[in-house]
């Protein structure tokens, strides 16, 4: 799976570098429009377009299978037989899933990364809001995207942990957590539900491009970090609920 997602920024570096990359008239996003020109742009299209639904599905894998396959396989009463307090467990399961996030989001950016500078040109960053930044700086920014997003994915993380404690089929919770994220993302496709996009997690994923602007557009972000962390104390006390209180029998 992460190969997939290392894959993914190749593939596109090396399709816009043979075809050429979208013109401003074409509607498209300025990240996208910017790429050929600087290869540095590359990562954050390519996080964008992983953002909306491989990445998430990585992840949910990962967290989803954390409980619930244990359970279904039957490891999961020798693991609380060592013995080992379930918060604690809980606790390690989830840390190992944020760590992965942010693995699996170092490895697109690192991925992006080489890809851009080998395909296209690098220097100084023009920003989406019309100034100039150093390479270095815009280095830095990419830093920046990386942490937001594995902030992100780590929200996602706690839902399908939260559901993983509440079945001993990993599938089921890794299919869950899954639709909810492609459910979230129509909702906020609506018009009329516009309502509803500030509380949808999905909403926020792709608010990164705020590193773009000058200054960064730390309220936003600073939003989304909130929401994030909602989100991670909700389910994880869902999560920590439900497993302190499962009859563990597999």
Do not use: H
């Not at 910017?34 to 990445?55: D, K, R, Y």
């Not at 390690?92 to 992006?112: D, I, P, W």
């Not at 920046?144 to 780590?154: E, I, K, R």
């Amino acid at each position: 799976m992460l190969g997939v997602l290392v894959l993914v920024p190749v593939l596109l570096g090396v399709a816009l570098r043979a075809f050429g990359g979208p013109d401003a008239d074409d509607g498209a996003p300025g990240i996208f429009t910017q790429i050929t020109g600087n290869g540095l742009f590359l990562t954050f299209a390519a996080l964008s377009i992983l953002v909306q639904l491989l990445l998430p599905v990585t992840v949910a894998v990962v967290a989803g299978d954390s409980i619930a396959g244990e359970a279904g396989i039957g490891t999961l009463r020798y693991l609380l037989a060592v013995p080992v307090g379930r918060t604690r467990l809980l606790l390690v399961k989830y840390a190992n899933a944020v760590v992965f996030c942010l693995v699996a989001v170092t490895a697109v950016a690192l991925s992006s990364l080489l890809t851009g500078l080998l395909l296209f040109p690098a220097g100084p960053i023009t920003l989406l809001s019309g100034g100039t930044i150093p390479m270095a700086e815009g280095l830095l920014r990419i830093g920046l995207v990386v942490l937001y997003v594995t902030a992100g994915m780590a929200a996602l993380a706690a839902i399908s942990l939260a559901l993983s404690t509440l079945t001993e089929v990993a599938i089921g919770a890794i299919a869950t957590t899954v639709v909810l994220v492609i459910v979230a993302q129509v909702l906020g496709a609506v018009s009329q539900l516009a309502a509803l996009r500030p509380y949808l997690l999905s909403s926020w994923w792709n608010d990164f491009d705020g590193v773009l602007r000058d200054p960064v557009a730390t309220e936003v972000m600073g939003q989304g970090l909130l929401v994030f962390a909602a989100y991670i104390v909700i389910f994880g006390s869902i999560a920590w609920a439900r497993f302190n209180g499962k009859d563990i029998s597999g």
